[in-house]
T-cell receptor, first 110, second 114 residues
Framework: QQPVQSPQAVILREGEDAVINCSSS?????VHWYRQKHGEAPVFLMI?????EQKGHEKISASFNEKKQQSSLYLTASQLSYSGTYFC???????????FGTGTRLTVIP | DGGITQSPKYLFRKEGQNVTLSCEQN?????MYWYRQDPGQGLRLIYY???????QKGDIAEGYSVSREKKESFPLTVTSAQKNPTAFYLC?????????????FGEGSRLTVL
């Protein structure tokens, strides 16, 4: 039931863009995205709901393809502060527990 | 300010001992969760609870136990039956229902078995 994330790791230079993908074999109600810094708790980025619109906040946005049960997180003009591990969490219709992917480690270098 | 408080932050245990990790929230959330995180891995669900006096097993419940006697509290006991308990444990909560939202996480408890 765990969603699959790709890539597992990516290294960017400041200002470059990245896309992180999350896919599930189950019908989804929503997809959550979180970022975790080393040794800290995950921090919420955004939720995408079934039937909802693409979300975005400044240079981080995401989409949800309901037909394919896939979500993508887009990071544009990356900053050093974007470094961390990104997790997608999926919520199935009628359920109340999220299943998390194994994460994508993003490293932004000067 | 509202939030989730986990304690202790660091805990060392000898093999064969049970330990209990505390999780308290003042967000008035109905649902609470325990996740385990191993180095370089994602979050795996141990137990979750949607209402007082009720809880469900997650993917890796063996060797763990929980209780939900109060809405704001969801302690996790790591028993001696858990074969590899060294990990980072995260407690979380969220609203449930039509306006359900994101997970709010505590700062985590790092358990090391000596």
């Amino acid at each position: 039931q765990q969603p699959v994330q790709s890539p597992q790791a990516v290294i960017l230079r400041e200002g470059e863009d990245a896309v992180i993908n999350c896919s599930s074999s189950k019908a989804l109600y929503s997809v959550h995205w979180y970022r975790q810094k080393h040794g800290e708790a995950p921090v919420f980025l955004m939720i995408l709901l079934k039937g909802g619109e693409q979300k975005g906040h400044e240079k981080i946005s995401a989409s949800f393809n309901e037909k394919k049960q896939q979500s993508s997180l887009y990071l544009t003009a990356s900053q050093l502060s974007y470094s961390g591990t990104y997790f997608c969490g999926t919520l199935r219709t009628g359920a109340n527990n999220l299943f998390f992917g194994t994460g994508t480690r993003l490293t932004v270098i000067p | 300010d509202g939030g989730i408080t986990q304690s202790p932050k660091y805990l060392f245990r000898k093999e064969g001992q049970n330990v209990t990790l505390s999780c308290e929230q003042n967000l008035n959330h109905d649902a609470m969760y325990w996740y385990r995180q191993d180095p370089g891995q994602g979050l795996r669900l141990i137990y979750y609870s949607q209402i007082v006096n009720d809880f469900q097993k997650g993917d890796i419940a063996e060797g763990y136990s929980v209780s939900r006697e109060k809405k704001e509290s969801f302690p996790l006991t790591v028993t001696s039956a858990q074969k590899n308990p060294t990990a980072f444990y995260l407690c979380a909560s969220r609203r449930i229902g039509l306006d359900s939202g994101e997970l709010f996480f505590g700062e985590g408890s790092r358990l090391t078995v000596l």
